[in-house]
């Protein structure tokens, strides 16, 4: 019998996976093919230990659903130190970073208007709230980010025919997701109802409308907010009653009695610190999608789910509390009732599904302190942060005859430029004397200045993680971070985060549907990574700041 030659084997191999291909092994969709539908959902100071830790009492559909049918990034951070709302949101869909996107915060200090901004604020555009209260300040939009997003990209790729809606609770957790040229409607307490800016439009949609005439939220706030199982079973959480956490209608422990609170008078912005705000907020998705006809065009659209109410009971009561508990095991409910509506609706394979969140959170530090873990508050009276300034405060008086201290922002020291002008000083001496200074203090880990940050590129920790989040133009003349397990502010009540430390950095990132296979990495990847991998899902270019790296390698069929 006549062998092949060896120079033939690769061909007749070829031919054979050709004629027979292996059962077991997915094939790649096309390369062109794309999902009706990217759903992005961003869950607000979503800690990726909350997944495992409340693992044995989720159901199958929600979270268990996404770590197990989907892809999951164990190791995923953001690079940025400046861990709050605005950035964090912006990293997801620029795929680039305060140093690039120039959201240097939830709110920055502003030299040529001696204050500070919020980070949709639009200053002086005139724009004015619809569908809101007469008084609401309506001048907001994406003005301030400096990039393009995905859903810009995609917008600009398709001419004009893709749609993007950003909703949330938050305005900036609506706002920055949608981008320059996409939706946005976010929830304003004192009425209950979703509103957006004459950014957008002139007037709010007929769906929308309809939708906030179903007064949901003054519906679900006269229920009473009861754990779900019974609260002895929530043992991974600390005792209820503690003296760490912040109140609720004058309570720190469950039951809460919501429909009292609003017989005494509260607002409908009562639901934000509760569960079934984000029980609210997957309807409003529903509605979205069925309203604005999204994923049935004839290229894709978007829609981003902002989900806060885990960022407000977090600031409230903390990790680790029954409250954050219950929290999570409805959330886990609520959406595996909004994938079940996906799955009806499209076909869960006809839409591109991630999670993530835009920060974490810290443990409370008199928690933590009274358990024997070093913190940087040694006791319930410091306010690490006024200490500091006052301390900043005496040393620049008593070492230049002035307080050269403009403002303190966002980790950020401003000086007076035209005081060390008018007094002939060096900046650059000057900011390496305040650093020095700085870097004596209680509770502080580190400074940079603004020659550090401009000459030296660094690429660990939280010198690394400081620069990505320092704007030539936007950011200070000092840098400075404090201790791990700090907080700049008083007293107990809940959480913080905004902090280049693991506990605030550390995210889950999740990718499920459109053909995305079962799977887990522990390969360290970005916050800033998801844009550029779901660009590449879209075929659509990356948007303009982008520095992130496509994770599409490790979601294709194996």
């Known amino acids: 019998m006549m062998m092949p030659s060896p120079s033939a084997v690769p061909a007749l191999l070829l031919l054979l996976i050709l004629a027979f291909p292996l059962s077991g092994i997915a094939q790649d ?20 230990d909350y997944l495992f830790r409340y693992w044995d ?26 861990t709050s709302t605005g950035p964090g949101h912006a990293a997801q869909w620029t795929g680039a970073t305060p140093a690039i996107h120039g959201l240097v915060g939830n709110s920055w200090y502003v030299r040529e208007l001696d204050r500070s901004i919020n980070v949709i604020e639009a200053v002086g555009s005139g724009f004015r709230g619809v569908g809101s209260q007469p008084d609401y300040d309506g001048e907001k939009g994406p003005v301030n980010m400096l990039t393009t997003t995905v859903g810009d990209e995609l917008y600009l790729h398709t001419g004009h025919r893709s749609r993007t809606v950003g909703i949330s609770r938050k ?14 409607y976010w929830f304003e307490g004192s009425t209950g109802n979703f509103i957006t800016s004459t950014f957008y439009r002139d007037e709010l949609p007929e769906w929308l409308q309809t939708f906030n005439a179903r007064n949901l939220p003054q519906e679900y706030l006269t229920a009473m907010w009861e754990p779900l199982h019974p609260i002895e079973s929530y043992v991974e959480s600390r005792e209820d009653n503690n003296p760490y956490e912040g109140q609720t209608g004058g309570s720190t422990a469950f039951p809460f009695d919501l429909p009292g609170m609003m017989a005494d008078g509260a607002s409908p912005s009562l639901i934000n610190t509760t569960p079934f705000g984000d029980q609210l907020l997957l309807e409003l998705a529903r509605a979205a999608i069925e309203g604005e006809g999204l994923g049935r065009g004839p290229v894709p659209d978007i829609l981003s789910v902002a989900l806060s109410a885990t960022d407000a009971i977090g600031h409230r009561f903390g990790p680790g ?19 079940s509506y ?5 076909g869960i394979e006809n839409v591109l599904i991630f999670l993530t969140a835009d920060h974490g959170g810290a443990y409370i530090p008199h928690y933590l302190r009274d358990l024997g873990i070093a913190t940087g508050n040694p006791d319930n009276e410091t306010h690490v942060n006024n200490r500091m300034l006052s301390a900043i405060g005496e040393f620049l008086e008593g070492r230049y005859g002035r307080d050269l201290l403009l403002a303190s922002s966002n980790q950020n020291l401003f000086l007076d430029h ?21 870097l004596g203090l209680d509770a502080v880990a580190g400074a940079l200045t603004a020659e550090n940050l401009t000459r030296t590129e660094y690429t660990l920790g939280p010198r690394a993680a400081m620069q990505h989040s320092w704007h030539q133009r936007r950011s200070g003349d000092v840098v400075v971070w404090l201790e791990p397990q700090t907080r700049s502010n008083t007293g107990t009540g809940g959480t913080g985060h905004g902090t280049p430390w693991v506990y605030d950095r550390h995210v889950p990132i999740i990718f499920m549907g459109h053909g995305i296979p079962a799977g887990q990495s522990m390969e360290p990847v970005y916050v800033s990574d998801i844009a550029p991998t779901v660009a590449t899902f879209l075929n659509s270019p990356f948007p303009s700041g982008n520095i992130g790296q496509p994770l599409n390698d490790f979601l294709r069929a194996r």
Do not use: C, W
Not at 429 to 438: A, G, H, T
């Open 57 to 82: 009492h989720l159901g199958e559909g929600g979270l268990k659903r996404l770590a197990t049918e989907g892809y999951l990034f164990r190791n995923g951070y953001f690079r940025q130190g400046q």
């Open 29 to 48: 969709r096309a390369v062109d093919e794309t999902p009706d539908l990217v759903v992005g959902i961003i869950v607000d100071q979503m800690r990726p």
């Open 171 to 184: 305005d900036r957790g609506a706002i920055l997701p949608a981008g320059h040229t996409g939706e946005a």
């Open 342 to 346: 996906l799955d009806t609706e499209f």
């Open 321 to 339: 509390s029954k409250q954050m508990q219950d929290h999570i095991i409805r959330l886990d409910r609520y959406l595996a009732d909004f994938f």
């Open 418 to 438: 035209a005081a060390m002008d008018e007094l002939g000083l060096d900046p650059e001496q000057v900011r390496i004397e305040l650093k020095r200074f700085v």
